[in-house]
T-cell receptor, first 110, second 116 residues
């Protein structure tokens, strides 16, 4: 079964501190992994996907197939990073059925 | 484009009443998704359509839930009868082609449903 686990409901860090939002997945195959973000009073939106290997707003995420993880990282947190973050997985046989984790609230304190 | 449009934005109803949530996808998008967001379970896919046809409704929790897409620009999610445990935020999303499988699903603002 496809499953995404985000172990932390809330992560609170100080501005300038490093951030790591954890995501582990369960999938027997080669999934596609994504991070979505929902800022206060805004729509849920795609932040980044593993296949693009890109850095968005200073965030990066590396797919570790051995550990079945896709942690989201940023070296220096900013207050505007405060939001809800969802990790999601897409895989066969239903690639359009995105499976989301429960989400992690990131709070960046000044 | 205004993006995905959902109405109402907030709905408060009493247990046992019928609730209808509405969604207008982005023009030209051929996939439409309904999600439910709760504190306990996070974001769950309920059903999705392709070219107005329901493709996968395995996430629909029970027979009290039904969804329709009579045309390319409109979809409804109905709950009849509603129960307090249906209280959640319901999101509609749309995508173009198979891009939805690459994460490119565009979400609406959501409808916050409260059933008392």
């Amino acid at each position: 079964a496809q499953r995404v686990t985000q172990p932390e409901k809330l992560l609170s860090v100080f501005k300038g501190a490093p951030v790591e939002l954890k995501c582990n997945y369960s999938y027997s195959g080669s999934p596609e992994l994504f991070w979505y973000v929902q800022y206060s009073r805004q729509r849920l939106q795609l932040l980044l996907r593993h296949i693009s290997r890109e850095s968005i707003k200073g965030f990066t995420a590396d797919l570790n197939k051995g550990e079945t993880s896709f942690h989201l990282k940023k070296p220096f947190a900013q207050e505007e990073d405060s939001a809800m973050y969802y990790c999601a997985l897409s895989g066969r046989p239903t690639p359009l059925r995105l499976v989301f984790g429960a989400g992690t609230i990131l709070r960046v304190k000044s | 484009d205004a993006g995905v449009i959902q109405s109402p934005r907030h709905e408060v109803t009493e247990m046992g009443q019928e609730v209808t949530l509405r969604c207008k996808p982005i023009s030209g998008h051929d996939y439409l998704f309904w999600y439910r967001q709760t504190m306990m379970r996070g974001l769950e896919l309920l059903i999705y359509f392709n070219n107005n046809v329901p493709i996968d409704d395995s996430g629909m929790p029970e027979d009290r839930f039904s969804a329709k897409m009579p045309n390319a620009s409109f979809s409804t999610l109905k709950i009849q009868p509603s129960e307090p445990r249906d209280s959640a935020v319901y999101f509609c999303a749309s995508s173009l082609g198979r891009a939805g499988a690459k994460g490119e699903q565009y979400f609406g603002p959501g409808t916050r449903l409260t059933v008392t």
